[in-house]
DNA sequence: ATCAATATTGATACCGGTATCAGACGATAG
DNA sequence: CTATCGTCTGATACCGGTATCAATATTGAT
């Protein structure tokens, strides 16, 4: 098979339109790029003669010279994550109304990978960069830095990265989640399941633990547990390690902890869930648990999605701005290319609760000691 | 704002190394590249100055002239829809693992947008093409040609192309919609709507003019028409063509035309959905009616998800394995990059039927005529 | 008709790599 | 001590565009 391969068969080049329609490349190349001055005969015959022969510029060889690719790197976590494909479908439209393509990479929020594709991004010399960075505390954040030493402009999305102050376009995650967890507390609950805390290697152990660890968390999930956090402490609920997930961010794992914090001598009778998989994991603990939702317990979580208005009964749920995110950051990163060089900027989009039907009041009864 | 822009800093060249160094350029690349023959404490030296400098290699330079870009370009309807998404992963795994990146535009399903698409990879040098098609029969084809004159690779993924005959991998749609269709007909059910026919200005009269619809059909709509039209026919059930929708393709449409059939003299008693929308469209219609399933209705759709699962009652779903379509096409497509030549392969992966509880057998009963 | 000003054009250097080729050097053999 | 061969090295021609510059052609003015 691997025998004498066809090589790509370029496209005529611009000498060879020149040849064909017998004048110089420079002519040619003013024709085609519409600035110099070209008689008009000639341009029309350049023309005529490059359609025939059917040219296509190469963009390659453009770029080379002029510096510029009209590519724009995309690192994110997941592309097949709900939350990621939306924001990717904003960069994406609004990449394209400017003329921008993109490189999309993913890392599955490792390090090393992020790493490795900012770099190869870089070598393919885009024009920008757009981020959801798998950096924590204390990471190495090296990569960011020839970014910008490169004056490749980079714009964060989802996640700002401590310790490395950039243009960022993020969700306001903590209050959405403690406006969530009010919700709930407003109905009456006090033990309320946290679905898809930071993974450790075992509970927190008071609210100290707990604070360390956020710091050292991906900045969306600390903001989300900071914003549970604020709500408890808010309506002077006390906080319990037991009632936070510490596990592996799988469907599987969110579903087995729910699972063990039914069982406890006394269980939440809420759950506030961080992410589409948290939410269904949960669901699924319930139903294997033969529990139902609202009556059971109360259910709510991050990432509305059309399937949680056709649940039965219908899910609450806060909805993420998932495209506006893309579109905002792709607006800003194309702006800096630009030339735009105003004061960093950080927007953050709001989430939206939106009501429906899986947060029950709960008569306060006497509970057993 | 838009003032001096500091334009991107290129880190340094092979000739910036070479100078630092005190080499020559070619000795510069020998010693980088590996090939050629450099003396050890040349190379040595140069590999220390080279990372001192922090030199990165030009990939664009590289690709200029060795006509090589190690980059894919991949063409699909909309990156948000799950199913691509999850294409979008498989494509994106393999390749990165090949050493390839991806160059990713979405059509929206518009002919002009994938020829612009294409059009524009083709441009920019990509070394393989995945293209899901928006093109039909009659349909201007010129832009597939151009690839193929190129002698870049191409392969279609999830839709075939009449009168393009190339490396394809789909799902065999037709059979896994018969499949479908039949579990709910041995369930009993005999008048099933259809939810999600192609799209026309009016219903078909009759199975012939819906065929010639079909022939005119994006490829897999057919295809799953299709194989509902032969689950009918292998049962001796005669087709209905108000029960088969020609909306376009929203949710809301989805569920508008749904509840329009419900309403008719003799209503389906199960639905059968081509896609993620028109399920959640179909759903959202009961609710409205206040209608239950399987009770009332049974559903079956295809492009099972995680909330299926959790749905009360969980749905039986077609599992397409969109993951494995993107990870054969990026197979597909290095492969010949590598000078594959054997012949056309036409790959057709199977959907995988998921019982669960939404299909109810019904009893038969007398009907009013 | 002559000359300056302007329009049109081709030649050419460059972008940052790769790849070829020939010269310089050292070592070994005779 | 010289011939021969292999190793190591730098110079240089590409790749296909862009952009500058000088040369030529054209035009209008006097």
């Known amino acids: 098979m691997t025998s004498d391969r066809p090589r790509p068969t370029s496209s005529p080049t611009i000498s060879e339109v020149a040849a064909a329609a017998g004048v110089g490349r420079a002519t040619v190349a003013r024709s085609l790029g519409g600035y110099g001055s070209v008689s008009e005969p000639t341009r029309a015959h ?35 994550n709900p939350f990621f494909a939306g924001v990717l479908r904003g960069l994406s439209d609004t990449a ?49 830095l020839v970014a910008r030493e490169r004056n490749t402009p980079l714009v964060l999305i989802d996640r700002l990265v401590s310790g490395f102050d950039a243009d960022s376009v993020v969700i306001n995650n903590r209050e959405a989640a403690r406006e969530a967890v009010t ?54 609920i006390e906080f319990d390690t037991s009632l936070v997930t510490h596990v592996l961010k799988t469907e599987g794992q969110a579903a087995r902890a729910v699972s063990g914090m039914l069982a ?67 607006a800003i990163v194309i702006g800096r290319i630009k030339g735009d060089d105003s004061d960093v900027v950080h927007d953050v989009l709001p989430a939206r609760l939106v009501q429906r039907h899986s947060v029950q009041h709960r008569a306060v009864r006497a509970l057993p000691l």
Chains 1, 2 share one sequence.
């Open 264 to 330: 406890l001598a006394q269980p939440p009778t809420a759950f506030f869930t961080t992410e589409t998989d948290a939410t269904v994991g949960t669901l699924r603990a319930l139903r294997t648990r033969g529990l139902r939702y609202p009556d059971d317990v109360s259910l709510l979580g991050f990432d509305d999605t059309p399937w949680a208005a056709v649940m039965d009964p219908p899910l609450t749920m806060v909805a993420q701005p998932m495209q506006e995110v893309g579109a905002r950051a792709a």
């Open 96 to 144: 394209k109304r400017e003329g921008y393509d993109l490189l999309v990479l993913s890392t599955n929020e490792k390090l090393a990978e992020e790493q490795a594709a900012v770099g190869l991004l870089l070598d393919k010399q885009v024009d920008g960069l757009v981020i959801a960075s798998a950096a924590t505390a204390g990471d190495d954040l090296s990569h960011l």
């Open 46 to 80: 350049v023309l005529a003669v490059a359609a025939r022969l059917g040219y296509r510029a190469n963009t390659l060889a453009r770029s080379m010279t002029t510096g510029v690719t009209k590519t724009l790197g995309v690192v994110l976590a997941d592309i097949a």
């Open 183 to 236: 919700t709930m507390i407003d109905a009456g609950h006090t033990r309320i399941g946290f679905v898809w805390g930071p993974v450790t290697v075992q509970p927190a152990e008071d609210l100290g633990t707990m604070r360390s660890v956020i710091a050292g968390a991906l900045w969306s999930d600390g903001e989300r547990l900071s914003g549970y956090l604020d709500a408890l402490l808010e309506a002077g």
